[in-house]
């Protein structure tokens, strides 16, 4: 183990279980999360609810992503303009100016680059280390 380093990685930053929920997940654990809590979060899940070891900072808006959103917002962050989207995804130059509207509106977002910063910032989207 190197100096200063952890062993382990250490995932208890709210911003990692605001990111999962926002992408969808039903909740987040941490793995030394104890079989008890394990089993409690599957039942509420399987329910419909949530169910997080880490809570989401008070105030944190924790909005879910579509999958279509997401694809929308990774070919805006490739620098890709509507109509180019729109037939990269099978779909109208209409219905994508209406995702970005309802993104730029959920997030409070004023432009494509912003939300495109966002999200890279954030983790929406699976980025390879080196990009």
């Not at 394990?38 to 999958?67: E, F, Q, W």
């Not at 995804?89 to 910063?117: Q, Y």
Request: overall charge positive.
């Amino acid at each position: 183990m190197r100096e200063g380093r952890s062993s382990r990685s250490d995932y208890r930053s709210p911003q990692y279980a605001e990111a999962a929920l926002r992408l969808g997940a039903s909740g987040f654990l941490l793995k030394t999360a104890p079989i008890v809590e394990l089993l409690d979060a599957i039942r509420r899940a399987a329910a419909g609810g949530l169910a997080c070891s880490v809570r989401p900072r008070s105030g944190a808006a924790v909005t879910r992503i579509s999958g279509r959103e997401l694809d929308v917002v990774r070919l805006v962050v490739d620098g890709r303009s509507n109509d180019e989207i729109a037939a990269r995804l099978g779909i109208g130059p209409k219905t994508v100016e209406s995702h970005l509207r309802r993104l730029f509106e959920r997030f409070d977002l004023a432009s494509r680059t912003e939300l495109a910063t966002r999200a890279l910032r954030e983790g929406w989207l699976e980025v390879p280390p080196g990009t």
